[in-house]
């Protein structure tokens, strides 16, 4: 009855909490039954993750470099975006948070339980600022929840962004000296060493920011960051105990993490854990095999060729790459590859009979069908129906970190790479270039990706986290932290095309798979046929090779995808502009 009665009380405060910053907040009921018991406790900080969203980070690369999709985003379409469709300015979140520190307080709750209680809500709040500076920069910093009284506040402008990021590193640090938890069975809940691994991401995206964002003048804080960074993914490394999964061997190990129904443990370290009998579901098949649902997002070949061979040398230092087929191209390369798109031998459950499986064209315009959360069986196929759970954080998102943080400061050894990059190379199959910094620059890394680059252990890492982290959220975000947004205008292209009306057996399966024309031929059994005539119907044909009747396959050339300095950052969105001018626009926008 008891915690019936504090369900209740939660929503009743939850209309209150639930409005704009812009909005007149109103007096909240009784506080009593939640604060003067951990029960109480414990039920309100679970409210605080529906914030995360982390049933959809499956799909939260879906504006990208590497990714080519149905249609060109909107943020980076010229014409296409404004203060006036802008979004993400709500405070619902942190008004819930900040009522929650601010009365946690109860003498009833030890000191220490509170402590824990507050440690949570001060992560989620990092959190959640951490995601606002990240879309807007400057953000108005506010640490207590509004009340009627609280006009100046209500009404203020944006804090600097050094001085929000201070207080959410300050908010991290109290969460990681007082959350008590070290892990977590269901790796459902936050830890202390969620706490260390998100200050370690915190800390690197910041650091990382201000050093090549020289306009922001912030520079000089870069290295403190740095440093912070990688001090706190050394904690995890060194105290947490978790490692890379390997169980599965290298062909399946690194996929089964991101398909398996309960979270990893052994590497996952916070999850969004999916539950069929609760139908706490996501939709990773639907979104990822649907001709017709989702953004049809399919890697580029400029991005699948940045997997190493298996022996560690670069795929593109064979002069035969641009031209080579793809059931040729997907051999012998590092075992990420074939457990992240579909190739080779790939085959998916079909009521309970496995079929051969190549990409499939009614969904793809690359050749470069992703896999990485699509359960293979296609009973998921339709709806949310999914029972993977997707991870938050994992163990190698913090090698990483620390990798590119001792990286950035010109202070990573052999054996930081031995234990971070090395292996996640093994993990995957690869058998050189494990144990020592590397010494040769990648030419087609460094030339396609990052040409102000010349150090080859921060290209290499750049390449490692590409890989290693593709389809899990973090690429967008890297390259506005990289000052590389030009990326964005990459060409989308695809496999190689030798010849028109030539069907081509993409998996060596002895079938016929797809065949690219411009006057129909007659038709294959089979065979998918796909139009590459540069006109159809009068108009612009978004499907094309890149040499006419030959090439690379391309895909929406003739749609512009512009990207300026404005984007860096997202316009404040127009109406809460207007409600409160003090705010000030982004530049640009």
């Known amino acids: 009855?008891?915690?019936?009665?504090?369900?209740?009380?939660?929503?009743?405060?939850?209309?209150?909490?639930?409005?704009?910053?812009?909005?007149?907040?109103?007096?909240?009921?009784?506080?009593?039954?939640?604060?003067?018991?951990?029960s109480g406790l414990i039920l309100y900080t679970n409210s605080f993750y529906?914030?995360?969203?982390?049933?959809?980070?499956?799909?939260?690369?879906?504006m990208s470099d590497y990714l080519a999709r149905k249609d060109t985003p909107p943020f980076i379409t010229p014409g296409n975006f404004s203060a006036e469709v802008s979004s993400g300015w709500s405070w619902s979140d942190l008004r819930n948070i900040n009522?929650?520190?601010?009365?946690?307080?109860?003498?009833?709750?030890?000191?220490?339980?509170?402590?824990?209680?507050?440690?949570?809500?001060?992560?989620?709040?990092?959190?959640?600022?951490?995601?606002?500076v990240k879309r807007f920069g400057d953000v108005p910093w506010i640490n207590k929840p509004l009340d009627v009284s609280d006009t100046e506040l209500l009404n203020k402008g944006r804090d600097s962004r050094v001085m929000v990021m201070d207080s959410v590193i300050a908010d991290l640090n109290f969460a990681c000296a007082n959350i008590t938890a070290k892990t977590e069975g269901t790796r459902s809940l936050v830890t202390k060493y969620a706490a260390f691994a998100f200050k370690s991401r915190v800390c690197l995206y910041e650091g990382t920011l201000r050093k090549y964002h020289t306009n922001l003048n912030l520079s000089s804080s870069s290295a403190n960051l740095l440093t912070q960074a990688a001090a706190a993914a050394k904690v995890v490394m060194d105290e947490a105990g978790y490692k890379l999964y390997d169980g599965a061997g290298v062909d399946k190990s690194y996929r089964q993490v991101f398909i398996n129904p309960a979270p990893v443990a052994t590497e996952v370290i916070l999850s969004a854990v999916c539950d069929l009998a609760l139908n706490n579901l996501n939709d990773g098949n639907w979104y990822w095999t649907s001709g017709t649902y989702g953004d049809k997002a399919n890697f580029i070949r400029s991005f699948i060729n940045t997997y190493l061979n298996i022996d560690g040398t670069p795929f593109t230092n064979n002069p035969a790459y641009k031209t080579m087929?793809?059931?040729?191209?997907?051999?012998?390369?590092?075992?990420?590859?074939?457990?992240?798109?579909?190739?080779?031998?790939?085959?998916?459950?079909?009521?309970?009979?496995?079929?051969?499986?190549?990409?499939?064209?009614?969904?793809?315009?690359?050749?470069?069908?992703?896999i990485k959360w699509a359960l293979d069986d296609m009973y998921y196929d339709t709806r949310d129906l999914n029972i993977n759970s997707v991870s938050i954080i994992r163990y190698a998102e913090v090698l990483l970190n620390y990798a590119e943080a001792k990286a950035e400061l010109g202070s990573l050894t052999d054996a930081d790479w031995a234990a971070t990059i090395g292996l996640l190379r093994k993990r995957a199959g690869i058998t050189g270039g494990t144990n020592t910094l590397p010494k040769d620059i990648d030419t087609y890394l460094q030339t396609t990706y990052f040409p102000a680059i010349s150090d080859p252990i921060i290209l290499e890492v750049r390449r490692e986290r590409g890989i290693e982290l593709c389809l899990e959220g973090f690429r967008f975000d890297d390259i506005v932290r990289w000052?590389?947004?030009?990326?964005?205008?990459?060409?989308?292209?695809?496999?190689?095309?030798p010849s028109l009306d030539t069907p081509m057996d993409l998996n060596e399966d002895g079938k016929l798979d797809v065949a690219f024309y411009q006057k129909l031929p007659t038709k294959v059994s089979g065979v998918t046929y796909v139009e590459v005539t540069p006109l159809v119907s009068g108009k612009a044909n978004p499907q094309l090779l890149s040499n006419g009747t030959s090439g690379e396959l391309t895909w929406f050339n003739n749609i512009p995808r512009k990207w300026e300095n404005k984007h860096y950052l997202y316009p404040i969105p127009a109406g809460d502009l207007i409600t409160n001018p003090k705010l000030g626009q982004n530049p640009g926008w």
């Open 1 to 38: 009855m008891k915690l019936n009665y504090i369900f209740c009380l939660l929503f009743t405060s939850s209309l209150f909490l639930g409005c704009s910053l812009e909005e007149i907040p109103e007096a909240t009921t009784t506080k009593g039954p939640i604060f003067s018991s951990e």
């Open 50 to 62: 529906n914030m995360m969203n982390g049933k959809n980070l499956h799909r939260a690369d879906a």
């Open 483 to 497: 000052r590389r947004g030009e990326l964005m205008q990459m060409e989308w292209n695809g496999m190689y095309v």
């Open 325 to 370: 087929l793809f059931k040729d191209e997907v051999k012998g390369r590092d075992k990420r590859l074939q457990q992240t798109i579909r190739s080779g031998d790939y085959k998916r459950l079909n009521n309970g009979v496995l079929e051969a499986a190549p990409p499939l064209f009614s969904y793809t315009f690359t050749g470069y069908q992703p």
């Open 99 to 132: 009522y929650f520190i601010k009365n946690c307080n109860d003498p009833k709750v030890p000191l220490a339980v509170r402590n824990n209680y507050i440690g949570i809500a001060r992560f989620f709040r990092a959190w959640f600022y951490y995601e606002k």
